[in-house]
Antibody, heavy 124, light 110 residues
Framework: EVQLVESGGGLVQPGRSLRLSCAGS????????MHWVRQAPGKGLEWVAG????????AYAVSVSGRFTISRDNAKNSLDLQMNSLRTDDTALYYC?????????????????WGQGTLVTVSS | QSVLTQPPSVSAAPGQKVTISCSGG????????VSWYQQLPGTAPKLLIY???KRPSGIPDRFSGSKSGTSATLHIIGLQTGDEADYYC???????????FGGGTKVTVL
């Protein structure tokens, strides 16, 4: 059974940094691209960033480009999201999502498994 | 403002059917597969439909998807109270080099 467990969320002041992690199990981690998707309180889903199987391709939403960095460690079956210069509108539940493909830039991606999310609150 | 447009809400009585539209453009729906996600209250999203119409194992055939041009549609027949949820369409956008979601549609069973 695929399991994705996020961690690292919490309360942080505007302008500060936070690093989220996602531990994957139950599947061959380096066979799939991975993504972060967030959901602000009472709002819809917003894709944040994606990384292909070997970290050769990364992509970001315009709203986080230049501030967030997605990375993965296939040896540890882990996915990270480094979030810098946080703003109040980054407040959201952050989900780790497994892609169904190796490389989303050359295939037709979709998210076939999701974690339960980790809450990030940016407030002074 | 989402790149993909969905109606904010739809409703119907138990046993009836609902359709949820997802409208996009040539750089997203028009040139890629669409997937749909169901988010029950207080839970993480779950894959409902992928590659426009395919269902993952365990998803009942009451749920179906279709695509035509730059629009996609999710169909739910035999509506049940347990279907009350938010539904999101999504696809890759080649112009943006980003994944895009619709704004979500809340399904209410009357």
């Amino acid at each position: 059974e695929v399991q994705l467990v996020e961690s690292g969320g919490g309360l942080v002041q505007p302008g500060r940094s936070l690093r989220l992690s996602c531990a994957g199990s139950g599947f061959t981690f380096d066979d799939y691209a991975m993504h972060w998707v967030r959901q602000a309180p009472g709002k819809g889903l917003e894709w944040v960033a994606g990384i292909n199987w070997n970290s050769g391709v990364t992509a970001y939403a315009v709203s986080v480009s230049g501030r967030f960095t997605i990375s993965r460690d296939n040896a540890k079956n882990s996915l990270d999201l480094q979030m810098n210069s946080l703003r109040t509108d980054d407040t959201a539940l952050y989900y780790c999502a497994k892609d169904a493909v190796l490389d989303f830039s050359n295939n037709y991606p979709f998210f076939d498994s999701w974690g339960q999310g980790t809450l990030v609150t940016v407030s002074s | 403002q989402s790149v993909l447009t969905q109606p904010p809400s739809v409703s119907a009585a138990p046993g009836q059917k609902v359709t949820i539209s997802c409208s996009g453009g040539s750089s997203n729906i028009g040139s890629n597969y669409v997937s749909w996600y169901q988010q029950l209250p207080g839970t993480a999203p779950k894959l409902l439909i992928y590659d426009n119409y395919k269902r993952p194992s365990g998803i009942p055939d009451r749920f179906s998807g279709s695509k035509s041009g730059t629009s996609a549609t999710l169909h739910i027949i035999g509506l049940q109270t347990g279907d009350e949820a938010d539904y999101y369409c999504g696809t890759w956008d080649y112009s943006l080099s980003a994944w895009v979601f619709g704004g979500g549609t809340k399904v209410t069973v009357l």
